[in-house]
């Protein structure tokens, strides 16, 4: 480890700053461990730029956790103290690139639904390569030519195996830009690609620099051979699977959001109606919300995967996702969860309905919204 161990961070979004960062924080708090989180901000728009340069001023922000959590409310504020430095790449990418191949020993990453896409003109070889994933190759590849040790990858974006996926990107740009394979090799061997899942709404920023969010969080990371954490909390868990964190999290709390969806517009309260814990207070729309859940899509993912109700504790998780949803302070608009719904029925329902006919069960619910929408 090298003397100033640190996290390099790819994204200012609030989400990164109420949870990765905060259990950071936390962990330094509690003495657990040392490293401190060094954001790169990536972006040429000036409301990013303007936000890195008040995290570079402060390093220091308050994150307000507003909602119920295992039947308490909560309402509180907590400093996070975590950042060593916030850079702009723009400006700063010789010190990013000497940090980076000095100091850091792990990268995290929540750059959007297209931040592991890399334009055709883009190369790991320009001046300022200009997408994440071709910052990052060039980045390791003076790491590697500076003699560093392989480096630990945590992306948390919403994508599936995102750890693997963003490997199998740098790979090819690496073999695209550079042709070695000594370094290709170094990337694999050395480097450890980690898969991870996160879950936590952040609803609200607080200006100029913090964040609101919900009390619950996880950050659920694959073990793999040779992991060290880069922070420790009792929501940062280490474990051998992480499909039965995504199909809970997907079969239930993303299904049960766009099931709302398809009702509140249906039955016309679309017009005084507008947030999911204002929808949970309508009793013809939570009633039939909880009698799905429990008639019709618990018992699929139970048959589905033998063992998983009890190692993950389905029931449970339903409660804490109702309790979520109930959040007082939690002002989740419908209307934000309604786009891209066609896709989402797809994606969150339509399985369900699949898994339930092939075990021989109907899921007449499920199959309601799916025959309404077109989807089946």
């Known amino acids: 480890m090298t003397q100033n161990a640190e996290i390099l961070q790819f994204g200012t979004s609030r989400f990164l700053l109420a ?8 962990s330094l708090a509690a003495g657990h461990t040392q490293k401190r989180v060094v954001i790169v901000q990536g972006s040429s728009r000036p409301a990013g730029q303007q936000k890195a340069r008040d995290l570079a001023a402060r390093l220091r922000y308050p994150v307000r956790f507003r909602g119920q959590r295992d039947g308490q409310t909560v309402d509180h504020e907590e400093t996070v103290d975590s950042l060593a430095a916030c850079l702009i790449a723009d400006e700063h990418w010789a010190e990013i690139e000497q940090r980076f191949c000095e100091d850091v020993t792990h990268v995290v990453s929540n750059t959007g639904e297209d931040g592991y896409a890399v334009p055709a ?5 320009h001046p ?5 994933p071709t910052r990052l190759t060039c980045l390791l590849n003076a790491r590697f030519h ?11 974006e919403l994508i599936h195996a995102n750890g693997q996926r963003l490997k199998a990107i740098v790979q ?12 290709s090799a170094w990337l694999d061997r050395e480097c450890l690609w980690i898969d991870t899942l996160v879950d936590r709404i952040v609803s609200a920023t607080i200006e100029p620099v913090g964040a609101v969010a919900e009390p619950y969080g996880l950050w659920a990371i694959r073990d793999t051979p040779g992991l060290e ?3 420790r909390h009792p929501d940062v868990q280490v474990v051998d699977d992480l499909a039965p ?4 999290k997907l079969h239930i709390l993303n299904l049960s959001h766009t099931w709302l969806v398809h009702h509140w517009r249906a039955s016309g309260l679309s017009t005084t109606i507008r947030f999911v814990r204002e929808a949970m207070n309508e009793p013809s729309l939570r009633q039939p919300l909880e009698t799905m859940l429990r008639d019709e899509v618990l018992p699929v993912l139970e048959r589905q995967m033998p063992g998983m109700a009890l190692d993950m504790d389905l029931e449970q998780y339903l409660t804490t996702t109702l309790e979520r949803f109930d959040n007082p302070f939690l002002d989740h608009r419908l209307e934000d969860i309604a786009q891209h719904h066609a896709e989402k029925l797809r994606r969150r ?5 699949e898994m339930g006919r092939a075990q021989g069960d109907s899921t007449p619910r499920l199959d309601e919204v799916l025959k309404a929408e077109g989807v089946i």
């Open 229 to 231: 954490l880069p922070c």
């Open 245 to 248: 964190f995504e199909q809970r």
């Open 349 to 353: 329902l339509l399985p369900v309905h």
């Open 19 to 26: 949870h990765v960062d905060y259990f950071v924080s936390q």
């Open 121 to 125: 003109e883009d190369s790991p070889l």
């Open 146 to 156: 500076h003699g560093g040790a392989g480096i630990t990858l945590m992306p948390c």
């Open 172 to 183: 090819e740009q690496a073999k695209r830009a550079y042709g070695d394979p000594d370094f």
């Open 128 to 132: 300022l390569p200009a997408s994440f």
